[in-house]
């Protein structure tokens, strides 16, 4: 091999590393999307008053009526931030994360996919990952929405829209 072969080679298999390792930290960094929210950003420190005050009361709040537009914009944010990565902006399991996974991400367009599965099974995927289903452990849960059933009623909605599409 020539010494001119011998640098291409070099350079070749460098750029290889550089752009591997750039892709495995944006993927790092896409995953973490996926499972954003799983640790509640710590509380601000209250200053020290001369008397305890009483914390308010807050009020109840009730779950959103299925349905609702605000679970349903919350659910198509987090579809295009933590889903669209891996399954892509379509569903089709063709997100640029999609090329260092094995296996691929689920296609949510196939029809025998959407025939074989039920709501709670796609909801728990949603919640709980892959594994808590017997699939892949590079899906993660969104334990977060485990509070908020009718964003992933909405999730689940999506999902099914993507197999009509």
Not at 71 to 82: C, K, V, Y
Not at 148 to 157: D, N, T
């Amino acid at each position: 091999m020539s010494v001119r072969s011998e640098r291409k080679a070099g350079i070749h298999a460098m750029a290889v590393r550089v752009l591997s390792a750039g892709f495995v930290l944006a993927l790092a960094s896409a995953g973490a999307g996926c499972d954003s929210g799983s640790a509640p950003a710590p509380e601000p420190a209250q200053p020290a008053a001369e008397e305890p005050v009483a914390p308010a009361a807050e009020e109840p709040t009730a779950p959103a009526a299925a349905g609702d537009t605000s679970a349903r914009a919350e659910a198509e944010e987090i579809f295009t931030t933590r889903c669209q990565t891996c399954h892509g902006p379509e569903g089709a399991g063709d997100g640029p994360g999609a090329a260092a996974l094995a296996p691929k991400p689920r296609n949510f367009q196939d029809p025998a996919f959407q025939e074989a599965v039920s709501d709670e099974h796609i909801a728990n995927i949603i919640q709980f990952g892959g594994v808590a289903v017997g699939k892949s452990p590079t899906m993660p849960g969104n334990p977060d929405l485990a509070s908020r059933p009718e964003v992933v009623e909405e999730l689940v909605a999506v999902v099914r829209e993507l197999g009509r599409s």
